[in-house]
């Protein structure tokens, strides 16, 4: 082998990997808290609003959030896998959270390679408890970020589902 292959397999090699690099990247999804599950018999006691950001980097997903406005003081915050948005789900994570009626969420855990392609396909949410909700207050889907519309402002396209743009395994 020529003096210039040589020299020119280092070139290669880094934009070879140059791709798979950018897929290693931490990649962030949010989440819009809000009542859930509503219904006559448990409106008074499911309220508060919050939000959410998860950062996948490499297997580790780390969690913050902030949330308030619950008619109770939180009591338990999770990481739920489901079969997509809406549908509650069984297998559950746990985060740290803030003991009071507003407060924050964190954590940092290990994800499953099932558990990873739950986060990219939206299929997992952030639950918060309290102590007049034990089973949920507040529900969110992980979603990639994406902005909001305003309230009466029409979008056009999937603007509300982003995670449909996603593969699905």
């Known amino acids: ?50 939000g959410a950001t998860a950062t996948l980097d490499g297997k580790t997903l780390t969690v913050t959030g902030k949330f308030g406005d619950l008619p109770s003081p939180a009591t338990a915050a999770h990481l739920i896998v489901g079969l997509g948005i809406g549908v509650p789900g069984s297998e559950s994570l746990d985060l740290t959270v803030s003991q009071g009626q507003d407060g924050t969420i964190s954590g940092q855990v290990p994800l499953t390679a099932k558990q990873q392609a739950a986060f990219r396909t939206g299929k997992m949410y952030v639950q918060i408890d309290s102590q007049k909700a034990p089973t949920g207050n507040l529900w969110g889907w992980l979603l990639p970020q994406h902005q909001d519309a305003a309230p009466d402002v029409p979008q056009a396209g999937p603007w509300f589902l982003p995670q449909l743009d996603t593969p699905s395994r």
């Open 1 to 50: 082998m020529g003096l210039k292959r040589l020299r020119a397999l280092p070139v290669i090699a880094l934009l070879c990997c140059g791709g798979s690099v950018s897929a290693l990247a931490a990649v962030t999804y949010e989440a819009n808290l809000g009542p859930m599950p509503l219904d006559a018999a448990n409106k008074a006691n499911v309220l508060g609003r919050g």
